[in-house]
């Protein structure tokens, strides 16, 4: 029998931490592992209880949400964890910023409860969970701020014609459904394609491809 996922939750708002406590271990294949209120101490318990995902609240005392993931899953970090940031749709820069911190996706607060769960488990196997449409929205409020920096340009491409069209594609907030209508391919293509471009970029998910490509200049 598979081991279910450990999750640590977050929150500075008992009210909403606890209901996020109950509705994560009501699930047979999930188990809170551990729950606090502020930043450093989601730190703490992170590397002591080492669990499978972080629920993680932007705005909390003490550390707030973004630096607590730059800690947990950021550039640097040796062994870096997975977080799932919650927010509220009016504080989409601080979306910006925490999958630019590591984030491995996001959710709104306001999320139904079976959302949260996919989210878990999505973030848990390894995926990203970044909604298209948001998205389109958040890359387009926020393109300016990742455009390359000079000396971080378009640089030696490694990717094939196909994975560029594909790494494009996602930028653009396209689901793989979306990608293989788009390119006429199978969504197991799809899956390959996203893999190997991925690997050949040194990227863990989608969200850090989004960010690769604006900061490389391959989308605009």
Do not use: W
Not at 122 to 134: I, K, N, R, S, Y
């Amino acid at each position: 029998m598979t081991a279910p996922t450990r999750v640590l939750v977050c929150d500075d708002q008992m009210l909403v931490r606890t209901g996020l406590v109950t509705i994560i271990d009501a699930q047979p294949d999930l188990d809170v592992a551990g729950e606090c209120g502020d930043g450093r101490t989601a730190v703490d318990l992170a590397a002591r209880l080492r669990p499978d995902v972080v629920v993680m609240d932007v705005r909390m005392p003490v550390l707030d949400g973004i630096e607590a993931t730059r800690l947990l899953a950021g550039a640097g970090v040796a062994e870096p964890g997975k977080v799932l940031v919650v927010t509220t749709f009016n504080l989409d820069e601080y979306v910006y910023r925490a999958l630019r911190a590591g984030a491995s996706g996001f959710l709104l607060k306001d999320s139904p409860p079976d959302r949260l769960l996919h989210g878990i488990r999505t973030v848990a196997a390894g995926a990203a969970l970044l909604d298209p449409e948001v998205t389109r929205q958040l890359v387009g409020r926020y393109a300016s701020r990742i455009r390359p920096a000079e000396d971080e340009g378009p640089a030696d491409n490694p990717l094939t014609p196909r994975e560029l069209e594909v790494l494009r594609l996602i930028a653009d907030g396209h689901s793989n459904s979306e990608i293989a209508a788009t390119l006429m391919i199978s969504q197991e293509t799809v899956k390959t394609f996203v893999s190997r471009m991925l690997a050949k970029l040194g990227l863990r998910d989608r969200v850090q491809a989004v960010i690769y490509a604006f900061r490389h200049g391959l989308v605009t």
